[in-house]
C-alpha cells in the first residue's frame, strides 16, 4: 500500500513546471505598475466594448420583446403588457413588505456575537498535535500542512523546513 501511496507523490519538484517567479518574491518586481496595468486594461476593455455589446444586446432584445408582446399578444391575453405589468408590481409590492417585515422585526436586535476564542491547548488536541507544534504553526510565515487519506495531519512544513513528522 505505500508504494501505491509513494507513486502518487513527485519526488522531483523539477518535474512539475512551475515558474521560478513562484517561490521566489525577489522576481517578482513592480507589482504596482503590474496592477495599474490590469486596471488600465479593464478601463479600456469596458470603454470600448461594454457599449458596443450593450447596444446589441439593447437591439436584439428589443426586438424580440416587441415582436413577441406587441405583435403577437392579443390585448386579453395572460401575457398582455397590462397583466405583466400588474404582476411586476405585485412582486415589488411582495418583496417590500417581507423588507419591511424584517426590518420591524430586527431592528436594533443584533443576534450575532463573536466566536469564543479558542487556546493553543484546544487547537492542539483538534489537530492532534501537542502545543509546541502548534505554536511553531502559528509563528511559521509559511505553512504547509500534509493529511493522510482519512483527513488527519501527518505533518507539517513550515518557513521551507520539514518540523515534525507527527505519529498516529
Known sequence: MTNIKESFLIQDESKLELPEYIDRPEYVRNKSVGY???IAGWFVFMWLFMPLITVFFWWF???TIYQQMVIQAEPNSQLS???LTVMILLFICVLLL???YNWVRFVGDERRT???EVDEQQLAISFKVN???ILNMQQAKNLTLYYD???MLEFFEANHQLKKRISA
Open 81 to 83: 403588457l397590462l397583466n
Open 61 to 63: 432584445e428589443g426586438k
Open 98 to 100: 417581507w423588507a419591511s
Open 131 to 133: 502545543t509546541a507544534d
Open 149 to 151: 487519506e482519512k483527513g
Open 114 to 116: 463573536a466566536p469564543v
Open 36 to 38: 495599474s496595468l490590469q
